[in-house]
């Protein structure tokens, strides 16, 4: 099973910018497709954005569409998430996860789709 490590949360104003990343070890990320979701306390876990296996197919929750962006570098075994135009709404433990690649493009819709997660990092959107 694939190991994550999240690093980049923190505290930001409002309209701020904030790069996550997610380090992966194990195993090689290039047969994955990635994943970031958020939990606000006392709300569900829900999906943010997620990448294929080859970062040819993208999807993004639409709270979070043109704001956020999701990229993946395969020889650095990372996944990253650029948050732009942060919002106190976007303040949440933001979690990497992966799970195998089952088709070309590949990209799961829901935290159900993932498998494998990190431990999360917290960001904080000040008003």
């Known amino acids: 099973q694939v190991q994550l490590v999240e690093s980049g949360g923190g505290l930001v104003q409002t309209g701020g910018s904030l790069r996550l990343s997610c380090a992966a070890s194990?195993?090689?990320?290039?047969?994955?497709?990635m994943g970031w979701c958020r939990q606000a306390p006392g709300k569900e876990r829900e999906f943010v954005a997620a990448?294929?296996?080859?970062?040819?197919?993208?999807l993004y929750a639409d709270s979070v569409k043109g704001r956020f962006t999701i990229s993946r570098d395969n020889a650095k075994n990372t996944v990253y998430l650029q948050m732009n135009s942060l919002k106190p709404e976007d303040t949440a433990v933001y979690s990497c996860?992966?799970?195998?690649?089952?088709?070309?493009?590949?990209?799961?819709?829901?935290?159900?789709?993932?498998?494998?997660w990190g431990q999360g990092t917290q960001v904080t959107v000040s008003s």
């Open positions: 996860a992966a799970t195998p690649s089952l088709y070309f493009n590949h990209v799961p819709s829901s935290p159900t789709g993932f498998d494998s």
């Open positions: 194990g195993r090689t990320l290039s047969s994955y497709a």
């Open positions: 990448i294929s296996w080859n970062g040819g197919s993208t």
